[in-house]
């Protein structure tokens, strides 16, 4: 399934805020000004935020990479055409 693989992936990058995503913005301007507020809270969210974009990731390999059972096998195929243009 390499069609859902790179749009899953994408989509994880979004939602970790990778650079260059939606997401990424609006953290590093939230952080910015927490930073000036109040430093211990604000490291303590970026902690959080850490952890959850190594879950994240490491939820994609599970999903991507782990192993199967016989029976889902054959039950699953890739996108279609009309489930990339939805």
Do not use: Q
Request: proline residues 5%; positive net charge; glycine residues 4%.
């Amino acid at each position: 399934m390499p069609m859902f693989n790179l749009f899953f992936i994408i989509f994880i990058f979004a939602n970790i805020a990778v650079p260059g995503t939606s997401g990424f913005i609006s953290e590093f301007l939230t952080f910015f000004a927490l930073l000036k507020k109040n430093p211990i809270i604000t490291s303590i969210a970026c902690s959080s935020i850490l952890l959850s974009g190594a879950y994240s990731l490491w939820f994609y390999h599970k999903i991507s990479y782990g192993t199967l059972s016989p029976h889902i096998t054959t039950l699953w195929s890739d996108l279609t055409l009309r489930e990339i243009n939805t």
